[in-house]
């Protein structure tokens, strides 16, 4: 309980202490329950090296220990050790919980790798396990933000169950399909029409396509809700003339959390977004 409690804050100095007591206390190796509360306790705080040293002193390994320790690599920022891990991983036979495959496809979003995104669904259809939405929404980040808006279609229209990140993500990844995008984000306000952060992201799809007065009607939407959301009239407004302006208009106002990046246009988005042009999404 004390390391879940120093995990929880990122209290380090408090963690360490613990596990010198642990050390102290016990003539026995310490079980894989104590190993793993070190492990997450460590990687929560961003001590990569004290992760590295627990998880070679243990002298068994499953699956939460294994994810403790690629969590790690991620949040040192070292992406090809996480992969690496991932593949060793693979290698000793362990099995895998729906929070590995999230961990690794949050690699795959960060850094737009494709390839081992694909690889990683892979094994997810081979797990022959119903992955929860959680995982299939990653799966819909990692193709959207990859911009293999193909992929991240067929997932989507073969979840049984979409939340509202499942929708923001692919009005996200449709930054270059306004009608699309449009058609998509009526879903997600009829599922959540007082949510100003929804009007926001229409708004910015609009302006990135310097659709001015889309980005009027986004406001005229919000207004309908009968919400007073006055940090959105504040900065989602037609007069600003770039993209760039519009942002720092957004930071400045302190809503760019609502924003996520738009990736810049290409002939290779376009081919693959035109391809959904005559397509309902349900």
Not at 43 to 67: H, I, Q, T, Y
Not at 74 to 84: C, L, N
Not at 125 to 142: C, E, F, G, R
């Given at each position: 309980?004390?390391?879940?409690?120093?995990?929880?804050?990122?209290?380090?100095?408090?963690?360490?202490?613990?596990?010198?007591?642990?050390?102290?206390?016990?003539?026995?190796?310490?079980?894989?329950?104590?190993?793993?509360?070190?492990?997450?306790?460590?990687?929560?705080?961003?001590?990569?090296?004290?992760?590295?040293?627990?998880?070679?002193?243990?002298?068994?390994?499953?699956?939460?220990s294994?994810?403790?320790?690629?969590?790690?690599?991620?949040?040192?920022?070292?992406?090809?050790?996480?992969?690496?891990?991932?593949?060793?991983?693979?290698?000793?036979?362990?099995?895998?919980?729906?929070?590995?495959?999230?961990?690794?496809?949050?690699?795959?979003?960060?850094?737009?790798?494709?390839?081992?995104?694909?690889?990683?669904?892979?094994?997810?259809?081979?797990?022959?396990?119903?992955?929860?939405?959680?995982?299939?929404n990653?799966?819909?980040?990692?193709?959207?933000?990859?911009?293999?808006?193909?992929?991240?279609?067929?997932?989507?229209?073969?979840?049984?169950?979409?939340?509202?990140?499942?929708?923001?993500?692919?009005?996200?990844?449709?930054?270059?399909?306004?009608?699309?995008?449009?058609?998509?984000?009526?879903?997600?306000?009829?599922?959540?029409?007082?949510?100003?952060?929804?009007?926001?992201?229409?708004?910015?799809?609009?302006?990135?396509?310097?659709?001015w007065?889309?980005?009027?009607?986004?406001?005229?939407?919000?207004?309908?809700?009968?919400?007073?959301?006055?940090?959105?009239?504040?900065f989602?407004?037609?007069?600003?003339s770039?993209?760039?302006?519009?942002?720092?208009?957004?930071?400045?106002?302190?809503?760019?959390?609502?924003?996520?990046?738009?990736p810049?246009?290409?002939?290779?988005?376009?081919?693959?977004?035109?391809?959904?042009?005559?397509?309902?999404?349900?």
């Amino acid at each position: 309980m004390a390391l879940k409690a120093c995990s929880e804050i990122s209290d380090l100095r408090v963690g360490r202490g613990v596990h010198g007591q642990i050390i102290k206390t016990n003539n026995d190796e310490p079980d894989q329950v104590v190993y793993n509360a070190l492990l997450g306790m460590y990687s929560e705080c961003g001590c990569f090296r004290d992760v590295l040293k627990v998880f070679e002193e243990m002298p068994e390994r499953n699956v939460a220990s294994w994810n403790s320790f690629i969590v790690g690599f991620v949040k040192k920022g070292q992406v090809f050790e996480a992969f690496e891990s991932f593949r060793r991983m693979q290698r000793e036979g362990v099995g895998y919980s729906w929070v590995t495959f999230t961990t690794i496809l949050a690699v795959c979003s960060q850094v737009t790798y494709l390839y081992y995104g694909r690889e990683v669904h892979s094994q997810v259809v081979k797990s022959n396990k119903i992955p929860d939405v959680v995982l299939l929404n990653s799966l819909l980040d990692m193709y959207a933000k990859c911009g293999a808006m193909e992929y991240c279609k067929r997932v989507f229209d073969r979840m049984k169950y979409k939340d509202i990140a499942s929708w923001n993500t692919v009005i996200n990844g449709l930054h270059g399909n306004v009608s699309l995008a449009e058609l998509v984000a009526e879903q997600l306000f009829e599922m959540e029409p007082n949510n100003c952060g929804n009007y926001v992201m229409l708004s910015n799809i609009y302006a990135n396509a310097e659709m001015w007065e889309g980005v009027e009607k986004g406001n005229a939407l919000a207004m309908i809700t009968g919400d007073s959301h006055s940090c959105y009239f504040d900065f989602v407004n037609p007069k600003y003339s770039s993209m760039e302006e519009y942002t720092i208009r957004i930071t400045c106002c302190g809503a760019a959390k609502l924003i996520q990046p738009i990736p810049k246009h290409s002939r290779a988005s376009d081919e693959i977004l035109k391809s959904f042009e005559n397509i309902h999404l349900p």
